[in-house]
Antibody, heavy 116, light 106 residues
Framework: EVQLVESGGGLVQPGGSLRLSCAASEFTFSEYWMNWVRQAPGKGLEWVANINQDGSDKNHVDSVKGRFTISRDNAKNLLYLQMNSLRVEDTAVYYC?????????WGQGTLVTVSS | DIQMTQSPSSLSASVGDRVTITCRASQSIRTYLNWYQQKPGQDPKLLMYSASNLQSGVPSRFSGSGSGTDFTLTISSLQPEDFATYYCQQTYSMGGVTFGPGTKVD
């Protein structure tokens, strides 16, 4: 069974940084597009970023461009989201999700809280 | 960016009811439209992909249709485990994937 396990969330002050990780197992990680999706408390889903199989194509939602960077390490089966210049409005549960045209597996999420 | 809208935003239904949720895109997305179900405290679950394809393991009471800008998700006979929030998602634009705002079924 596909497993995606996020880590790295926590409490950070506005302007701070965090790096999220997503450990993938039970599938060939290097064959899939991967994504980060977030959900603010009580709100809907927002796609944050995606990355293709070899990391040569990356896309980010406009609200995080220049602040967040998605990356991957296929040798370690890890997906990352480097988050800089964090804002209060970045507070959310961050999910990693497998897939390009559809997201067929999701992690359980990691909570990021941006507050002073 | 492609904007997605859903209607209704919430609906009240009973077990056995036929439920239809509508999703509309701000421009044609062909059939790059997916549906997800999310229950409180859980991660989302893929129900339908490419507008009308049932994800493996999803009950056949779920169906999807549409192309271009207008899409529907139908639950033919609502079951107790179907009370949840449903989201549509477009992946026509891989550089700007967007979700609809969600429809809560309670």
């Amino acid at each position: 069974e596909v497993q995606l396990v996020e880590s790295g969330g926590g409490l950070v002050q506005p302007g701070g940084s965090l790096r999220l990780s997503c450990a993938a197992s039970e599938f060939t990680f290097s064959e899939y597009w991967m994504n980060w999706v977030r959900q603010a408390p009580g709100k809907g889903l927002e796609w944050v970023a995606n990355i293709n199989q070899d990391g040569s194509d990356k896309n980010h939602v406009d609200s995080v461009k220049g602040r967040f960077t998605i990356s991957r390490d296929n040798a370690k089966n890890l997906l990352y989201l480097q988050m800089n210049s964090l804002r209060v409005e970045d507070t959310a549960v961050y999910y990693c999700a497998r897939g390009g045209r559809w997201f067929d597996s999701w992690g359980q999420g990691t909570l990021v809280t941006v507050s002073s | 960016d492609i904007q997605m809208t859903q209607s209704p935003s919430s609906l009240s239904a009973s077990v056995g009811d036929r439920v239809t949720i509508t999703c509309r895109a701000s421009q044609s997305i062909r059939t790059y439209l997916n549906w997800y179900q999310q229950k409180p405290g859980q991660d989302p679950k893929l129900l339908m992909y490419s507008a009308s394809n049932l994800q493996s393991g999803v009950p056949s009471r779920f169906s999807g249709s549409g192309s271009g800008t207008d899409f529907t998700l139908t639950i033919s006979s609502l079951q107790p485990e179907d009370f949840a929030t449903y989201y549509c998602q477009q992946t026509y634009s891989m550089g700007g994937v967007t979700f609809g705002p969600g429809t809560k079924v309670d």
